[in-house]
T-cell receptor
Framework: DTEVTQTPKHLVMGMTNKKSLKCEQHMGHRAMYWYKQKAKKPPELMFV???????INESVPSRFSPECPNSSLLNLHLHALQPEDSALYLC??????????????FGPGTRLTVL | SQQGEEDPQALSIQEGENATMNCSYK?????LQWYRQNSGRGLVHLILIRSNEREKHSGRLRVTLDTSKKSSSLLITASRAADTASYFCATFAYSGAGSYQLTFGKGTKLSVIP
């Protein structure tokens, strides 16, 4: 199984809502990542989890809260988002714990719209 | 600062032709990776080339790396309509003591016309 799955595929939420994005991989990868991608732009790294511990937080606002319940799961909890947070949110994983040292496997993404 | 910069930003070719995309970067790197992204979907890893390698092949893909010029190229031979996508290079630089950076370029949008 070389797949990273993400749910939901699409999410529309109001600025006062609380929602969560989920990511799962069963490749035994030790690192998992959240990226944010705006239209026609490259992905921007948000968080890196290495061995289930947060190792990188790229100065992301606190309205985004990551969680890694176990080595296969990665969540992104959303609260009080702004319309400018609308984007494609991508999850990725890699075998090694060092970001970028080896191949990242990406999920299909969650298209988030904040009204 | 922006590390990888793809060139051209957009490329349109006829099916069967070859497509070449370039990526330039500014600082020393440990590896450079190429990814493909179909519209609105996740990225797919194509090739990783390490700083001590000069060329790698995978099927119809050929990647070169010139560390003296700080540039890489991705060649897709005998293009197909299914190759239509955005292509990103990503550079990885590790400076020791836990300091490292992975940076994606802005991407090249390739359109292959049947």
């Amino acid at each position: 199984d070389t797949e990273v799955t993400q749910t939901p595929k699409h999410l529309v939420m109001g600025m006062t809502n609380k929602k969560s994005l989920k990511c799962e991989q069963h490749m035994g990868h030790r690192a998992m990542y959240w990226y944010k991608q705006k239209a026609k732009k490259p992905p921007e790294l948000m968080f890196v989890y290495s061995y289930e511990k947060l190792s990188i937080n790229e100065s992301v606002p606190s309205r985004f809260s990551p969680e890694c319940p176990n080595s296969s799961l990665l969540n992104l909890h959303l609260h009080a988002l702004q319309p400018e947070d609308s984007a494609l949110y991508l999850c990725a994983s890699s075998q090694g714990s060092l970001l970028g040292a080896d191949t990242q496997y990406f999920g299909p993404g969650t298209r988030l719209t904040v009204l | 600062s922006q590390q990888g910069e793809e060139d051209p930003q957009a490329l349109s070719i006829q099916e069967g032709e070859n497509a070449t995309m370039n990526c330039s970067y500014k600082t020393s790197i440990n590896n450079l990776q190429w990814y493909r992204q179909n519209s609105g979907r996740g990225l797919v890893h194509l090739i990783l080339i390490r700083s001590n390698e000069r060329e790698k092949h995978s099927g119809r893909l050929r990647v070169t790396l010139d560390t003296s010029k700080k540039s890489s190229s991705l060649l897709i031979t005998a293009s197909r309509a299914a190759d239509t996508a955005s292509y990103f290079c990503a550079t990885f630089a590790y400076s020791g003591a836990g300091s490292y950076q992975l940076t994606f370029g802005k991407g090249t949008k390739l359109s292959v016309i049947p």
